[in-house]
């Protein structure tokens, strides 16, 4: 399967305001994407609009978020269904401090519908840490049917690598993101740990032209995982 599980909309604040949800469906189904997720920081209010012109366009999607967590470390979370992210992004939605956006800064947090037409912004900034901590969030994922990996890992800025220093050993994870695919054998040398487990490269898109190309396929590992977990 082809795939990009980690895309931003409109609504994270870095992302570009021509990331609507048609737009990413469209550029998806161009590039004969077979599984795609909407990841936006902190929140999945974009994912009903997504989920529906995906549907229509017939591409199989996922509706998700990129926590940020209390110690400052992204993590993608997806989910089976569009119910569950819901009931997780008003659960960490309640955990955000109460920091409102100033859009000239950190640009807009914007809405949309099916049609791609604005039906409002979110106020409070959503791409701060969150309350929820990195060791709380297997056994949310276990509540809320979803399922979580560290994105990015070998980033400097808000990784688990970066921020944790290594691998904790109390935080299980199926798999993780890489982003600098070609530092593989640098990561493995001084984390063996993440050797025994399979990783995935999306494109952490926040401009339509960065989504990702179909020459990656997802590991059979991660894709039996997911489908046990009913999110494939
Ligand atoms: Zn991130
Ligand atoms: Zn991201």
């Known amino acids: 399967m082809t795939y990009d599980l980690h895309i ?8 570009d305001n021509d990331m609507t949800v048609n737009n990413i469906v469209n550029m ?10 909407l990841t936006d920081h902190n929140s999945s209010k974009n994912c009903p609009a ?24 992204h993590a993608v979370c997806l989910f089976p269904t569009l119910d569950a992210a819901m009931d997780f992004d ?23 519908d099916e049609n791609d037409e604005p039906i409002g912004t979110i106020d409070t900034l ?29 980033r400097s800025a808000n990784s688990l690598l970066a921020i944790m220093g290594g691998v904790p050993e109390d935080v299980d994870f199926p798999f993780y993101e890489l982003y600098h695919v070609g530092l593989y054998d640098e990561i493995m040398e001084k984390h063996p740990l ?15 032209w960065d989504i990702a190309e179909p020459d990656r396929q997802l590991d059979k590992r991660i894709e039996e995982f997911l489908r046990m977990k009913k999110i494939l």
């Open 50 to 73: 997504f989920m529906k012109v995906a549907e229509e366009a017939g591409i199989k999607a996922i509706p998700g978020m990129e926590i940020n967590t209390a110690e400052e470390i």
């Open 126 to 154: 959503i791409i701060t840490a969150s309350g929820v901590s990195l060791s709380e969030l297997p056994d949310l994922m276990k509540q809320y049917g979803g399922i979580f990996f560290p994105a990015h890992v070998d």
């Open 8 to 15: 931003h909309s409109c609504l994270s604040p870095c992302g």
């Open 194 to 208: 993440l050797k025994y487990k399979p990783w995935l490269h999306n494109s952490d898109a926040h401009y339509l």
């Open 28 to 37: 998806a189904a161009l590039k004969e994407l077979d599984v795609i997720a």
């Open 90 to 112: 008003s659960y960490v939605f309640s955990m955000l401090p109460p920091v409102k956006n100033k859009p000239e800064i950190f640009g807009d947090q914007i809405l949309v």
